[in-house]
Protein backbone atom coordinates (compact mmCIF):
# COMPACT_ATOMS: atom_id res chain seq x y z
CA UNK A 1 0.00 0.00 0.00
CA UNK A 2 2.99 2.10 0.33
CA UNK A 3 4.30 1.81 -2.92
CA UNK A 4 3.77 4.76 -6.09
CA UNK A 5 4.90 6.20 -9.42
CA UNK A 6 8.61 6.26 -7.80
CA UNK A 7 8.93 2.67 -7.11
CA UNK A 8 8.64 1.70 -10.87
CA UNK A 9 11.40 0.45 -12.15
CA UNK A 10 10.84 1.27 -15.73
CA UNK A 11 14.16 -0.35 -17.28
CA UNK A 12 12.77 -3.74 -15.68
CA UNK A 13 9.16 -3.04 -16.79
CA UNK A 14 10.06 -2.69 -20.18
CA UNK A 15 12.41 -5.73 -20.00
CA UNK A 16 9.03 -7.68 -20.60
CA UNK A 17 7.14 -8.06 -23.40
CA UNK A 18 3.82 -8.04 -21.55
CA UNK A 19 2.54 -6.70 -18.54
CA UNK A 20 -0.95 -8.30 -16.67
CA UNK A 21 -2.74 -5.87 -14.56
CA UNK A 22 -5.51 -6.33 -12.43
CA UNK A 23 -8.04 -4.07 -10.46
CA UNK A 24 -7.20 -5.21 -6.91
CA UNK A 25 -3.46 -3.67 -6.51
CA UNK A 26 -5.01 -0.18 -7.90
CA UNK A 27 -7.41 -0.26 -4.74
CA UNK A 28 -5.70 -0.93 -1.96
CA UNK A 29 -4.37 3.07 -1.86
CA UNK A 30 -4.28 6.72 -3.77
CA UNK A 31 -0.46 5.69 -4.14
CA UNK A 32 -0.53 2.32 -5.51
CA UNK A 33 -2.82 3.53 -7.83
CA UNK A 34 -1.06 6.08 -9.46
CA UNK A 35 2.00 3.24 -9.31
CA UNK A 36 -0.42 0.84 -11.41
CA UNK A 37 -1.26 3.95 -14.02
CA UNK A 38 2.45 4.46 -14.10
CA UNK A 39 3.18 1.01 -15.33
CA UNK A 40 0.47 1.05 -17.61
CA UNK A 41 1.76 4.10 -18.99
CA UNK A 42 5.23 3.11 -19.46
CA UNK A 43 4.19 -0.34 -21.37
CA UNK A 44 1.88 1.49 -23.61
CA UNK A 45 4.88 4.18 -24.24
CA UNK A 46 7.14 1.08 -25.14
CA UNK A 47 4.57 -0.62 -27.31
CA UNK A 48 4.18 -3.66 -25.37
CA UNK A 49 0.79 -5.47 -25.14
CA UNK A 50 -1.38 -4.70 -21.46
CA UNK A 51 -4.01 -7.53 -20.46
CA UNK A 52 -6.33 -6.56 -17.40
CA UNK A 53 -8.30 -8.44 -15.18
CA UNK A 54 -10.98 -5.58 -13.40
CA UNK A 55 -10.70 -7.99 -10.19
CA UNK A 56 -12.84 -6.06 -8.41
CA UNK A 57 -12.84 -5.42 -4.99
CA UNK A 58 -15.30 -2.97 -3.89
CA UNK A 59 -14.61 -2.78 0.27
CA UNK A 60 -11.08 -1.80 -0.77
CA UNK A 61 -12.36 1.72 -2.51
CA UNK A 62 -14.37 4.40 -1.29
CA UNK A 63 -17.31 4.65 -3.35
CA UNK A 64 -18.40 2.59 -6.10
CA UNK A 65 -18.52 5.52 -8.53
CA UNK A 66 -14.90 5.68 -7.64
CA UNK A 67 -13.94 2.07 -8.49
CA UNK A 68 -16.20 2.36 -11.52
CA UNK A 69 -13.83 5.56 -12.60
CA UNK A 70 -10.59 4.42 -11.93
CA UNK A 71 -11.18 0.74 -13.00
CA UNK A 72 -12.61 1.57 -16.50
CA UNK A 73 -9.58 4.44 -16.78
CA UNK A 74 -7.29 1.64 -16.35
CA UNK A 75 -9.50 -1.24 -19.02
CA UNK A 76 -8.27 1.97 -21.02
CA UNK A 77 -4.69 1.61 -21.17
CA UNK A 78 -4.75 -2.02 -21.72
CA UNK A 79 -5.14 -3.95 -25.03
CA UNK A 80 -6.96 -6.83 -23.50
CA UNK A 81 -9.81 -6.45 -21.16
CA UNK A 82 -11.35 -9.49 -18.76
CA UNK A 83 -14.12 -8.46 -16.97
CA UNK A 84 -16.87 -11.24 -15.07
CA UNK A 85 -20.53 -10.72 -16.34
CA UNK A 86 -21.61 -9.20 -13.07
CA UNK A 87 -18.45 -6.93 -12.93
CA UNK A 88 -18.94 -5.92 -16.28
CA UNK A 89 -23.13 -5.06 -15.44
CA UNK A 90 -21.60 -2.72 -12.25
CA UNK A 91 -19.12 -1.41 -14.37
CA UNK A 92 -20.55 -0.49 -17.86
CA UNK A 93 -24.18 -0.49 -16.90
CA UNK A 94 -24.68 -3.01 -19.91
CA UNK A 95 -26.84 -6.21 -18.96
CA UNK A 96 -25.34 -8.84 -21.63
CA UNK A 97 -21.65 -9.59 -23.14
CA UNK A 98 -21.90 -7.92 -26.39
CA UNK A 99 -22.72 -5.03 -24.70
CA UNK A 100 -19.88 -4.99 -21.75
CA UNK A 101 -17.33 -5.96 -24.59
CA UNK A 102 -18.35 -3.23 -27.10
CA UNK A 103 -18.29 -0.47 -24.03
CA UNK A 104 -14.62 -1.41 -23.90
CA UNK A 105 -14.02 -2.17 -27.28
CA UNK A 106 -15.60 1.59 -27.59
CA UNK A 107 -12.92 2.98 -25.61
CA UNK A 108 -9.78 0.76 -27.07
CA UNK A 109 -9.42 -2.26 -25.88
CA UNK A 110 -8.37 -4.64 -28.89
CA UNK A 111 -10.12 -7.60 -26.99
CA UNK A 112 -12.60 -7.60 -24.87
CA UNK A 113 -12.96 -11.33 -23.10
CA UNK A 114 -16.40 -11.31 -20.55
CA UNK A 115 -15.82 -14.23 -18.25
CA UNK A 116 -19.84 -16.25 -17.97
CA UNK A 117 -18.56 -18.50 -14.98
CA UNK A 118 -19.51 -22.55 -16.24
CA UNK A 119 -21.53 -21.00 -19.32
CA UNK A 120 -18.16 -20.25 -20.72
CA UNK A 121 -17.03 -16.77 -22.13
CA UNK A 122 -18.15 -14.46 -24.83
CA UNK A 123 -15.10 -12.53 -26.90
CA UNK A 124 -15.27 -9.64 -29.26
CA UNK A 125 -11.99 -8.91 -31.01
CA UNK A 126 -10.25 -6.19 -33.82
CA UNK A 127 -9.00 -9.45 -35.31
CA UNK A 128 -10.03 -12.27 -34.29
CA UNK A 129 -13.94 -10.94 -34.99
CA UNK A 130 -16.39 -12.38 -32.20
CA UNK A 131 -18.68 -15.25 -30.50
CA UNK A 132 -19.22 -17.67 -27.40
CA UNK A 133 -16.68 -20.12 -26.39
CA UNK A 134 -18.47 -23.39 -23.98
CA UNK A 135 -17.15 -23.53 -20.29
CA UNK A 136 -15.96 -27.14 -19.52
CA UNK A 137 -17.80 -29.40 -17.62
CA UNK A 138 -16.99 -29.56 -13.72
CA UNK A 139 -18.10 -32.49 -11.99
CA UNK A 140 -18.12 -31.10 -8.49
CA UNK A 141 -17.09 -27.85 -7.76
CA UNK A 142 -14.52 -27.44 -4.33
CA UNK A 143 -12.94 -23.87 -4.50
CA UNK A 144 -13.63 -20.71 -6.87
CA UNK A 145 -10.66 -18.93 -5.30
CA UNK A 146 -7.86 -18.86 -8.63
CA UNK A 147 -10.58 -19.63 -11.38
CA UNK A 148 -10.29 -15.96 -12.66
CA UNK A 149 -6.53 -15.95 -12.57
CA UNK A 150 -6.29 -19.27 -13.89
CA UNK A 151 -8.51 -18.15 -17.07
CA UNK A 152 -6.00 -15.06 -17.33
CA UNK A 153 -3.26 -17.13 -17.45
CA UNK A 154 -4.97 -19.26 -20.30
CA UNK A 155 -5.67 -16.51 -22.23
CA UNK A 156 -2.44 -14.47 -21.89
CA UNK A 157 -0.40 -17.57 -22.28
CA UNK A 158 -2.30 -18.44 -25.33
CA UNK A 159 -2.54 -14.91 -27.08
CA UNK A 160 1.34 -14.52 -26.52
CA UNK A 161 2.23 -18.00 -27.95
CA UNK A 162 0.25 -16.65 -31.61
CA UNK A 163 -2.67 -18.62 -30.84
CA UNK A 164 -5.82 -17.41 -32.32
CA UNK A 165 -8.56 -15.60 -29.97
CA UNK A 166 -10.99 -18.74 -29.65
CA UNK A 167 -8.19 -21.25 -28.98
CA UNK A 168 -7.06 -18.20 -26.27
CA UNK A 169 -10.49 -18.13 -24.70
CA UNK A 170 -10.54 -22.16 -24.89
CA UNK A 171 -7.70 -22.42 -22.93
CA UNK A 172 -8.88 -19.49 -20.42
CA UNK A 173 -11.75 -21.64 -19.49
CA UNK A 174 -10.42 -25.04 -19.63
CA UNK A 175 -8.24 -23.78 -16.66
CA UNK A 176 -10.65 -21.75 -14.89
CA UNK A 177 -12.92 -25.22 -14.81
CA UNK A 178 -9.24 -27.57 -13.24
CA UNK A 179 -8.77 -24.58 -11.20
CA UNK A 180 -12.31 -24.71 -9.14
CA UNK A 181 -11.86 -28.64 -8.85
CA UNK A 182 -8.91 -27.89 -6.01
CA UNK A 183 -8.53 -25.84 -3.07
CA UNK A 184 -5.87 -23.16 -3.23
CA UNK A 185 -5.06 -20.54 -6.01
CA UNK A 186 -2.70 -22.01 -8.40
CA UNK A 187 -2.76 -25.50 -7.69
CA UNK A 188 -5.22 -26.30 -10.58
CA UNK A 189 -2.92 -24.72 -13.05
CA UNK A 190 -1.62 -27.23 -15.59
CA UNK A 191 2.34 -27.81 -16.57
CA UNK A 192 3.12 -27.66 -20.50
CA UNK A 193 2.80 -31.41 -20.57
CA UNK A 194 -0.98 -31.52 -19.24
CA UNK A 195 -1.41 -28.76 -21.83
CA UNK A 196 -0.57 -30.57 -24.61
CA UNK A 197 -2.62 -33.82 -23.19
CA UNK A 198 -5.58 -31.54 -22.98
CA UNK A 199 -5.14 -30.37 -26.57
CA UNK A 200 -4.30 -26.38 -25.23
Do not use: C
Not at 50 to 64: A, G, Q
Not at 140 to 161: Q, W
Amino acid sequence: SQMGPADVDEAWLRSARHLHATGVFPAISETSLQAAIKSMDVMRAAGRTISFDTNLRPTLWKSTEDMRHWINHLASLADWVLPGIEEGLLLTGHDTAEGIARFYRDRGAKLVVVKLGAAGAYYDSMDGGNGYVDGFPVEKVIDTVGAGDGFAAGVVSALLEGRSVPDAVRRGAWIGARAVQVLGDTEGLPTREELAQGGF
